[in-house]
């Protein structure tokens, strides 16, 4: 009886962490170095994708950060500003409640979404802002 408590528990456990590891439904508007805007449902990162989140990491310094899109408004990718390493970019998140601060991230992570019933991609060297509008 014991075991099958166990298992049951298990089972549970697992269908938790599945319906969570989903990702949050998150529509951004991607506007990339040409001006040409995009809008991007089931927004996530290519960092993110392979465990359905839509966390990104972003540096300080030597401080790693989990971000969420769905917790930010506005993504600046800061094209001016040189970053510690050719390997980064340096970005200006706005969260929500305005709090708002430059970070560096890895230049070659795509942010991954659909448009209608494509799929798309695009890396955050190559674009200008993400506007986050909706989130579920």
């Known amino acids: 009886m014991r075991l099958r408590t166990i298992w049951t528990a298990l089972l549970l456990v697992s269908f938790g962490l599945a319906t969570y590891a989903q990702g949050k439904d998150v ?40 971000v969420d899109i ?14 510690s390493d050719p390997s980064y970019i340096k970005v200006e998140l706005t969260f ?22 494509e799929s798309y991609a695009l890396m955050v060297k190559d674009i200008n802002t993400i506007e986050i509008v909706h989130k579920n």
């Open 27 to 66: 529509t951004v508007k991607i506007t990339d170095l040409e001006k040409v805007t995009t809008t991007v449902q089931n927004a996530s990162s290519s960092s993110s994708s392979s465990c359905g989140t839509s966390d990104f990491p972003v540096y300080q310094g030597a401080d790693l950060q989990d």
């Open 70 to 83: 769905a917790d930010l408004t506005w993504i600046s990718v800061r094209h001016d500003l040189s970053p």
């Open 96 to 117: 929500k409640g305005g709090k708002t601060g430059i970070y560096e991230m890895v230049r070659y992570i795509r942010f991954t979404g659909k448009t209608g019933e």
